[in-house]
């Protein structure tokens, strides 16, 4: 996947079943999910993730910080909440969330109540919840104060279902900036759109992946601009389609509204880069991003393939290296890196 930031220069519907099932996909989601034995096989690919989006959330919000003590925060598709720790630890004053899926919306809206109040004497952002299908309704018709501004926009793992049709993919990033300060920032994560077409250009059929993900598409060698889609399904949960977001497009896409790209990473990139810093490494062992290797008497590997674990056993046998290593099997690395 990628990383990307934007940043707004100084210097702007609804078909109902379509948006339906989309959100019912979501809700229903919820209630089967993976079990035990997969969360556990992938859990430290889902922490990685999690990180990545902790160091660039910090990083972003720091900046922000810098300028002035009040930020305020939109979270596009914001799902469960999965973030919601991460406003509290960046002293966010204002948090707006919104998605697709109703039930999401709801645990969202409950978890962050719950952290209200064990949150005790700290002061904590003030928060609103929406419901819609941001591909195709307008954010600040639904908003409470329509006169509110962005900081920030945060679109973790969610652009690219807006990448159907240049409509939608429009109003998705109309939804993301037109609330933006000058000086704001869009910043977010996509699957990498070079990385699964040079996958699927190596694969014989029109499908690739291994013991942890699978991607396929319904076409090969034919690659639209909008609406190439494909399944993305990890660890056996069939997903919605997605759509390849060729970033070229859109970074041009943005400027309409008066975006200019400062940051684009891959997550190999990013992770070189950021675990330089001590703080960030900190946070990794504590997030148990990385799988100790070897397991030690008290854990287990995700997988019980040595074959998942060659290049940490390489690595180990070249010496030089602090053991025990922190690694991710080759599956979810590959999986992630997509
Ligand atoms: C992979 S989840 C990511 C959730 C969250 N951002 C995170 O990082 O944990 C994708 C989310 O995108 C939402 N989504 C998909 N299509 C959407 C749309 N058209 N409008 C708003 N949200 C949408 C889904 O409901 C889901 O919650």
């Known amino acids: 996947s990628n990383m990307s930031a934007l940043s707004k220069d100084f210097g702007s519907l609804t078909e109902e079943g379509h948006s339906v099932k989309v959100a019912s996909h979501y809700n229903t989601l919820q209630e089967c999910g993976l079990d035990e034995r997969s969360r556990s096989r992938i859990v430290h690919m889902r922490n990685f993730n999690n990180w990545l989006k902790s160091v660039l959330i910090g990083e972003v ?18 799902g469960k909440g999965g973030d919601l720790l991460k406003w509290r630890k960046g002293r966010i004053s204002q948090l707006v969330c919104a998605d697709i899926a109703g039930v999401s919306v709801e645990q969202c809206q409950s978890r962050y109540d719950d952290m209200r ?102 076409k090969k060698d034919e690659y639209p601009l909008f609406g190439c889609q494909y399944d993305f399904n990890l660890e056996g949960v069939v997903n919605v389609p997605e759509f390849l977001v060729y970033f070229p497009l859109f970074v041009e896409m943005a400027k309409k509204y008066n975006m200019r790209l400062v940051y684009k990473k891959t997550f190999h990139e990013f992770f070189k880069d950021k675990i330089q810093n001590d703080q960030n490494r900190v946070l990794m062992q504590r997030m148990q991003a990385l ?48």
């Open 61 to 78: 919000l720091d900046q922000v910080h810098q300028r002035q003590r009040e930020v305020c925060v939109l979270d596009l598709g914001c």
């Open 117 to 218: 109040k064990r949150s005790h004497s700290e002061r904590i952002f003030s928060a609103e919840f929406i419901t819609a299908d941001c591909t195709r309704e307008l954010l600040s018709e639904k908003l409470s104060d329509p006169e509110m501004r962005f900081d920030v926009c945060s679109c973790q793992f969610v652009y690219h279902y807006s990448f159907e049709t240049q409509q939608q993919a429009d109003t998705m990033l109309r939804n993301a900036c037109e609330r933006l300060r000058p000086g704001g920032f869009f910043i977010g994560t996509t699957p990498d759109a070079y990385e699964l077409v040079k996958r699927l250009e190596a694969s014989d059929s029109n499908s690739f992946g291994n013991e942890v993900y699978r991607v396929t598409f319904q």
């Open 291 to 338: 799988e100790q290797y070897p397991a030690d008497g008290r854990s287990r590997l995700a997988s019980d393939r040595p074959e998942e674990y060659e290049h940490a056993q390489r690595h180990s046998e070249e010496g030089g290296a602090r053991m025990p290593l922190g690694t991710l099997s080759k599956s979810e690395w590959e999986a992630t890196s997509e």
